[in-house]
């Protein structure tokens, strides 16, 4: 259901244009940044399809719609939801752990483009290894800590 949500919104963006939260992931990273370069940017391609990502002036890397984490956190929520039992602590844990995640991308992205920029080389290991296990490892240790600590049917069975 939040995959379909998801994709209605999305479909409203369609015709070169980039989708408000992909937009926000991009005005944020740009915010990181430029904590270690002052001049690094994002900026809308010439199409609108996403923003090129300028660091130590040079061009790094770009931000599309799956750098925006929307996917990582529908596929928490959902498992979150799957077990969920009351909806006070489900909705808490849904709330803290989806900003966490959005929050982790953001790092995540200024990581990337800070390191690719020294070592373009490495761009399949740097974005397609690596941070992909510290995202989705950060999440299977959130559906741990909720099945463990706060899903109520597993914590009576290991009392």
């Keep these: 259901m939040l995959t379909v ?7 409203s963006y369609e015709g070169n244009s980039v989708d408000g939260i992909t937009s926000n992931v991009s005005v944020l990273s740009e915010k990181l940044l430029q904590v ?16 090129l990502v300028i660091y130590n002036n040079n061009y790094v890397g ?3 719609e799956g ?11 959902s498992f979150i939801v799957a077990f969920s039992t009351t909806i006070k602590p489900t909705l808490l844990y849904v709330l803290a752990g989806s900003v966490l995640i ?9 990581f990337i483009i800070m390191i690719l920029n ?4 490495q761009e399949h ?17 959130l559906w741990f800590l ?5 899903y109520k049917y597993a914590s009576e069975e290991t009392k």
């Excluded at 959005?102 to 200024?110: E, F, K, P, T």
């Excluded at 909720?146 to 706060?150: E, L, P, Q, R």
């Design 5 to 11: 949500i998801y994709q209605l919104y999305l479909k």
């Design 36 to 51: 270690s370069d002052e001049n690094a940017k994002t900026v809308k391609d010439e199409r609108g399809e996403y923003y």
């Design 62 to 64: 770009r931000i599309i």
């Design 67 to 77: 750098c925006n984490a929307v996917s990582v956190i529908i596929l928490f929520v």
């Design 102 to 110: 959005y929050v982790l991308n953001i790092l995540r992205i200024g």
């Design 118 to 121: 020294k070592f373009p080389e």
């Design 125 to 141: 290991i740097i974005h397609g290894v690596v941070f992909p296990l510290i995202i989705y490892g950060i999440v299977f240790l």
């Design 146 to 150: 909720w099945i463990y600590k706060f």
